[in-house]
């Protein structure tokens, strides 16, 4: 279930790592409900990471 350049572009990396910083904040205050959320973040800016790696 790999995903396409098209779908990984949509946010860039800072934009994602502020989202993981918003939902580990959720975490810690209980108000996150699906903690696996963190999980596939983190998978996803791997993912980028990858790819602009891959560029250079």
């Known amino acids: ?3 396409t350049k098209p ?9 994602l790592k502020a989202e993981l ?3 580990r904040l959720d975490l810690r205050t209980n ?6 959320q963190i999980k596939k973040l ?4 791997a993912q980028k990471l ?3 790696a891959k560029k250079l």
């Open 31 to 36: 108000q996150l409900k699906d903690t696996s």
């Open 21 to 23: 910083l918003k939902l």
């Open 7 to 15: 779908q990984l572009n949509t946010k860039s990396i800072s934009e």
């Open 50 to 52: 990858t790819l602009e």
């Open 42 to 45: 983190k998978a996803q800016i």
């Open 1 to 3: 279930m790999s995903k």
